[in-house]
């Protein structure tokens, strides 16, 4: 197949679910083109069977608001023809799924078929969607897609309720490639790389998110702050965005700035995951996790909140533990007494690489969205 994916290119879950999609279907013989603004993070520009195409935005100065919505239209419609698309697959709704329906209009007033699947990924419905100015033309988009997938069964209730929205939705769930999310296989070879972050007798911590208030990035450190009251630890923190500060300051104001790592953006963060003995994610709303996900494959379980989606990935006290949001005493209580029970937490590392492979490699997820986008192709 021939298949165009539109995401947001920026440090998001959804356009890593993207791109990886995308990293994974080329690999599977496929051809993809990326279209948008700029290129996905996590792709190198020297993958065979990726192609990109930038969206360019004009910025003549009458528009306060440059129409990106529109340019974008244009170039999937461009692509879409020049390189013989069999189908568009956009990550997130908002605009992706608009501009993609008025590519497939553009092409069908000149007899070219280019069906669409909408991903839906979470803030687009919980947080942006069910903004008033554009909870209608999301609906809208949505309902007049090919095929609709959500990546937990809880988004796909909250789009069916709240949204009203008509057209099935399939739940697809994250994935992540368990060949590049993986523990070390030798023990020293762990211990020499994570001597850059931790001292052999200490217990290292890990976040990684985009920090927006919805990921809680404070209770991470107040956690991380009462665990290393009671036990040896530091703590790595990947990703950047508007709450970094606010943590930096109170980390410092915690007096444990010397424990707490900020890592910023990195894009090799399997390098990282499986360094950490746990993670933490306490976030206020997750749709589905895909930063535990990805910990888990590397043997890294995740203290998360029993929130959304989340509860589809852990399953509490197996394979990870989950509690109530700004519950941080009871994070905290829990991850020093599973770290000093080394029997346990081994127990509990394995748990979480199986629930990675079993349910969440990309192996079992990729023939799911083929499988989609075939019954989509034939239902033409
Ligand atoms: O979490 C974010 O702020 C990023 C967001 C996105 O759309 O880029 O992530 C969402 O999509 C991920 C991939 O499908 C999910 O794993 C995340 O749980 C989801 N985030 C939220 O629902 C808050």
Known sequence: MRIGITCYPTYGGSG??????????????HEVHF??????????????????????VSNYPLFE???YDLALASRMAEVAEYYKLDLLHVHYAIPHSVAALLARQMLAERGKRL???????????????????????????????DGVTSISAYLKGVTETSFGVKRPIEVVHNFVNCDVYKPFTDAEARMTARRRFAADDEFLLVHLSNFRPVKRVTDVVEV????????????????DGPDRSTAEWLSHTLEIQDRVHFLGKQD?????LPLADLMLMPSEMESFGLAAL???????PAIATRVGGVPELITDDVDGMLFEI???????????????????????????????QDRFCSTKILPRYIEFYESILAGE
Do not use: W
């Not at 890593?16 to 013989?29: D, F, K, Q, S």
């Not at 279209?35 to 360019?56: D, K, M, N, W």
């Not at 991380?224 to 036990?231: E, K």
């Not at 990805?294 to 890294?300: G, I, L």
């Open 16 to 29: 890593v679910v993207a791109t990886e999609l995308g990293i994974e279907l080329a690999a599977l013989g």
């Open 35 to 56: 279209i948008s603004y700029s290129q996905p993070f996590r792709l190198t520009g020297r993958e065979a069977g990726i192609f990109y195409h930038e969206v360019p």
């Open 65 to 67: 608001f440059p129409p």
């Open 115 to 145: 069906p669409f699947v909408t991903t839906l990924h979470g803030t687009d419905i919980t947080l942006v969607g069910m903004d008033r100015s554009y909870l209608p033309i999301t609906r809208y988009a949505i309902d007049q897609s």
């Open 224 to 239: 991380f702050a009462q665990i290393a009251d009671q036990v040896p630890a530091q703590l790595i923190l990947i990703g």
């Open 268 to 272: 090799r963060v399997n390098e990282l």
């Open 294 to 300: 990805e910990a888990m494959a590397c043997q890294t």
């Open 326 to 356: 700004r519950d941080v005493d009871g994070m905290a209580a829990a991850a020093i007494a599973l770290l000093m029970d080394r029997e346990r937490h081994e127990v509990m590392r394995k748990a979480a690489r199986k629930t990675a």
